[in-house]
Nanobody
Framework: QVQLEESGGGLVQAGGSLRLSCAASGRTFSTYSMGWFRQAPGKEREFVAAADSTGYRKDHSDAVKGRFTISRDRTKPTIYLQMNNLKAEDTGVYYC??????????????????WGQGTQVTVSS
């Protein structure tokens, strides 16, 4: 069973950048597709980005396209979310999630099999 641990969250001013990391344990991690989701207070968990098991097929939500980038480290079981030009509406808890099926990429968090505890991102305006 894959286990996930996010890190890299924090407080940043609008226009700033953060890079989130998600470290995975488990021998089958390399075959999983991965996703980043976020949840603001009082709101549903929403899709941010996803990548297949190779890291070449990617998808980003319209809200973050052009500002955020998901990537996989092929040398270690880690994925990243580079977040640039952050806005106040990006504030929330960010979750890393893993899915046994590599394709198609899933944009519903309930389609994933494993998720971490989350890391808080707060953007001040």
């Amino acid at each position: 069973q894959v286990q996930l641990e996010e890190s890299g969250g924090g407080l940043v001013q609008a226009g700033g950048s953060l890079r989130l990391s998600c470290a995975a344990s488990g021998r089958t991690f390399s075959t999983y597709s991965m996703g980043w989701f976020r949840q603001a207070p009082g709101k549903e968990r929403e899709f941010v980005a996803a990548a297949d098991s190779t890291g070449y097929r990617k998808d980003h939500s319209d809200a973050v396209k052009g500002r955020f980038t998901i990537s996989r480290d092929r040398t270690k079981p880690t994925i990243y979310l580079q977040m640039n030009n952050l806005k106040a509406e990006d504030t929330g808890v960010y979750y890393c999630e893993a899915r046994r099926r590599s394709c198609p990429l899933a944009t519903m968090w309930t389609a994933y099999d494993v998720w971490g505890q989350g890391t808080q991102v707060t953007v001040s305006s």
